[in-house]
């Protein structure tokens, strides 16, 4: 199912329940009423939110792409882990990886696990390749 069926299917859904809503709920935004459905009552947007998909993108013909991320329970948290994978310009996987890293900060486990993957690649002997991370 591709994320346009999903936003439209939840958005049909909301609007089907909404009959069923007691009358003060029904004049609400969409918004004020997942909030007040979730019991948070003292809900006022600052800002109107952007939605922004993002996709992947493949490499040109003789290039790999490296996708990391990092993760940590909290700044110096109970631990901090980082992975990815590695694809071609066809959009296969080449090699998928993982580490743990302690307790760090979640700018360590980025730069962390950026370093970790790409002497991954080194040694394996691969070449030309592109890094994404979202930090």
Known sequence: ?????IIGKTSRWLRDI???L???LRTCSQEEFIMQSLG???YSPTEAVQIQLIKWSKP???WLKVNIDGSIGGNLGTGGGGGGICRDHRGELIV?????YGRVTNTYVEAQAMADRLQICKNMGLSNIIVESDS
């Open 1 to 5: 199912m591709s994320a346009n069926q």
């Open 18 to 20: 909404g009959s069923y």
């Open 22 to 24: 007691p009358s003060s």
């Open 40 to 42: 948070i009552e003292d």
């Open 60 to 62: 040109d013909a003789r």
């Open 96 to 100: 998928g990886f993982h580490n743990s």
